[in-house]
């Protein structure tokens, strides 16, 4: 399993990835959220723990952006020197899964960390490895699409537009009610609007040329979407 620390202090991330060392959590360790979210563009991690106080950017905005682009599927959570009820509140509030005040110790740690590797150990088959559909190949860990027919053209796909995707290519066929997608892509707990999931269709349509190589993906009835079978 690979894990995200954003930790800005050398001791502290020294004391995280010891912690870890006799556990399936392989670590990668960034001190700024800069190089951090360069690490995010390229790997999409099963877990992130991330430091309160950072020197480019404050841990509540690194939260926001993470779960701005990447909904509630990556559990975080917040490490922070100062011990403050109010800065708990404010981090679960933002989407954080956890909150632990520093110093932690290894024990705590160790268990709490694991506790959330099993919770996302549990995540539904669909969230995980790699498909096929038509002559597309997707790698979830890698966020990536391949067009085997045409391997030079490349897809940019926003993380919510790969979720999308995803999980309609691993449903084939099948109606999906907007409720449904609306809570695997942007979480649960998600307020957002009908229109934008339609906006988000269509991205996908155009930037796959879905229309051009014979996948119809149609809105039914307007209350949901299927994604058919390429013919052949």
Not at 90 to 105: H, N, Q, R, W
């Amino acid at each position: 399993m690979r894990g995200f620390l954003l930790e800005d202090d050398p001791r502290h991330a020294a004391h995280v990835i010891d912690c870890l060392a006799a556990t399936d959590i392989e670590i990668s360790h960034f001190s700024t959220a800069g190089a951090f979210f360069k690490g995010l563009a390229a790997a999409t991690p099963q877990m992130i723990v991330l430091d309160w106080g950072l020197p480019d950017l404050n841990g509540f905005e690194v939260l926001r952006k993470v779960r701005e682009h990447h909904g509630l599927r990556i559990p975080i959570v917040m490490l922070t020197s100062v011990d403050s009820e109010d800065l708990v509140v404010a981090a679960l509030e933002a989407g954080a899964d956890d909150f632990l005040t520093k110093p932690v110790a290894r024990p705590v740690l160790r268990a709490r960390l694991q506790a959330l590797a099993r919770r996302v150990s549990q995540v539904p088959v669909i969230y995980r490895g790699r498909l096929t559909f038509g002559s597309f190949h997707l790698d979830y860990a890698g966020q990536s699409v391949v067009d085997v027919d045409a391997p030079e053209e490349r897809f940019a796909l926003t993380p919510r537009e790969f979720d999308l995707i995803w999980l309609l290519m691993n449903n084939p066929d099948r109606f999906i009610p907007r409720a449904e997608l609306l809570a695997a892509v942007w979480g649960k707990a998600s307020e957002v609007a009908t229109h934008t999931l339609a906006q988000h269709v269509h991205a996908v349509r155009k930037k796959l040329g879905l229309a051009r190589r014979g996948i119809r993906l149609v809105a039914v009835y307007g209350s949901g979407y299927r994604l058919e079978s390429p013919a052949g």
